[in-house]
């Protein structure tokens, strides 16, 4: 993996040189994700493809660790670590087969299970990056309990590549659970919320939940809750929940984390909003709630303004997931960054990579 690694510096090298943007491309499954109008037309910047440097560097089950390559299959470490009984316990998504290990932590985009493990970032122990300069720098490490500084390791996730291209990541990863099973209730969306903010008082191993509405006339839906953990524990949160059982559970939740669902497959604008559970309904339209009510979808043709004002007035922000052809909104897809945060990400970004050359954009039109 030398003469690859040392291609790809050359690769950076050569774009520097040239005073060409550098646009980072891996399996390309999520490249719908961020500011498209960032992406260039091809002969006026170069492209770095990640899928050449893959393979898994350093895998040991027993320290809950695993170190990978940037451009590996993402289906090829959760084989690996499926082998060991294991799971990335964020549950990334994937959007295609040819996802890798890279793009899922640029992208920082997590599953159904977030709402129990947490997301991206709280796996990431390490990184090393390729710099704008052509220098190697490594962050981290591959041990839970090795942060001096700034955790430049974990700003990498979710920053869609702007300030660097990542090379390797080290993972924490956890033991798949004894016992699973996910239960089905029919209930408005109300009624959802509101079961949610009961079941977060109480110890139950809910590893994961959705609503998803029947249709936009009856205001009733389909209340999915699954449950992991000791079989003793699992038993007992059936008992107190209730429901019916769902058959081929796992296939369900699969179509949930990878949007295979009826509910997005509209041709309209996808949403997500990132709000506090407790949030009210947003009378909007048809609605799919997931992580006990914290992120839900919106799936219409709304102004962006009157999106993220909603989003704000309840305490959290909107990101156009899918623009499904629409036009982008002023000032990109991502919610605006308040003045102090949007001042720190751009000291960052002046810090990490000063020439501008990795994909500009992507993330905010500024950055």
């Known amino acids: 993996m030398e003469f690859v690694l040392s291609e790809l510096t050359e ?7 040239a005073k060409k943007s550098l646009f980072i491309a891996g399996g390309g499954t999520k490249s719908f ?5 960032a992406l260039l037309p091809q002969d006026e910047h170069y492209q770095l493809d990640m899928k050449v440097y893959r393979g898994i560097v350093n895998y040991q089950p027993s320290e809950l660790v695993v170190t990978v390559r940037a451009g590996t299959p993402l289906a090829e470490l959760e084989a690996a670590l499926e082998s060991g009984g294991q799971m990335l316990a964020f549950e990334p998504p994937h959007f295609g087969a040819e996802a890798t290990v890279g793009g899922c932590v640029a992208a920082g985009l997590a599953g159904p299970r977030r709402v129990a493990a947490g997301g991206v970032r709280d796996f990431v122990l390490g990184v090393r990056m390729l710099d704008a300069q052509g220098n190697l720098a490594s962050f981290g490490g591959e041990v839970m309990k090795n942060v001096a500084g700034y955790d430049v390791s974990r700003l990498m996730t979710g920053s869609l590549g702007i300030f660097g291209a990542l090379l390797e990541v080290s993972l924490k990863v956890l033991p798949r659970p004894l016992e699973e099973t996910t239960r089905v209730l029919d209930t408005t969306q109300d009624e959802a919320l509101k079961l949610f903010t009961v079941w977060r008082s109480q110890p139950l191993p809910i590893s994961a939940s959705a609503w998803v509405p029947d249709d936009a006339a009856s205001g009733r839906g389909r209340l999915t809750v699954r449950l992991s953990g000791a079989p003793p524990a699992v038993r007992a949160a059936v008992t107190r929940i209730g429901g019916d059982e769902l058959n081929d559970a796992q296939a369900w939740w699969r179509g949930l984390r990878e949007q295979t669902h009826v509910f997005f497959n509209r041709e309209m604008p996808l949403w997500r909003l990132a709000l506090p559970p407790t949030a009210p309904t947003l009378a909007w339209g048809p609605m799919l709630l997931e992580w006990g009510g914290g992120q839900r979808w919106f799936s219409g ?6 999106v993220r004002a909603a989003a704000e007035r309840a305490g959290g922000h909107a990101t156009l997931f899918r623009t499904a052809g629409w036009a982008e909104p002023e000032g990109g897809v991502f919610h605006p960054l308040s003045s102090g945060v949007a001042t720190i990400t751009r000291r960052l970004k002046q810090e990490l990579d000063p020439s501008g050359l990795f994909n500009p954009g992507r993330l905010y039109p500024e950055l």
């Open 301 to 306: 043709s709304a102004d962006a303004k009157t």
């Open 11 to 17: 690769q950076v090298l050569t774009a520097r040189a």
């Open 33 to 37: 994700y961020g500011n498209r109008r």
